[in-house]
């Protein structure tokens, strides 16, 4: 049974910048679709970006595209979300998720899903 933990959250400054991991266990990551997603209490998971099996990339909604920059480590089973000059607006709870068919930003699509990890960005 697939497994995914996220780490590298936490609280940084408008403009700084998080490297979000998402390290898997009991399977290998190689030959699934990776994605990443955030939710804010009371609206629905929003999909941010997705990487391929093959290394093709995803960015969904302009809010994060040329920010925001996914990418996998197969040899360390782990997938990363790079974050830059990060506004306010991008406080979630990070949530990565995988999945055995293409990329989508649709939550419902992916099978596995981390715990989610909180990233706080302040004034």
């Known amino acids: 049974q697939l497994q995914l933990v996220e780490s590298g959250g936490g609280l940084v400054q408008s403009g700084g910048s998080l490297r979000l991991s998402c390290a898997a266990s009991g399977a290998a990551l190689d030959r699934y679709a990776l994605g990443w997603f955030r939710q804010v209490p009371g609206e629905e998971r929003e999909g941010l970006s997705c990487i391929t099996s093959s290394g093709s990339t995803y960015y969904y909604g302009d809010s994060v595209k040329g920010r925001f920059t996914i990418s996998r480590d197969n040899a360390k089973n782990t997938v990363y979300l790079q974050m830059n000059s990060l506004k306010n607006e991008d406080t979630a709870v990070y949530y990565c998720?995988?999945?055995?068919?293409?990329?989508?930003?649709?939550?419902?699509?992916?099978?596995?899903w981390g715990q989610g990890i909180q990233v706080t960005v302040s004034s």
């Open positions: 998720a995988a999945d055995k068919s293409v990329c989508t930003n649709w939550a419902l699509e992916f099978d596995y």
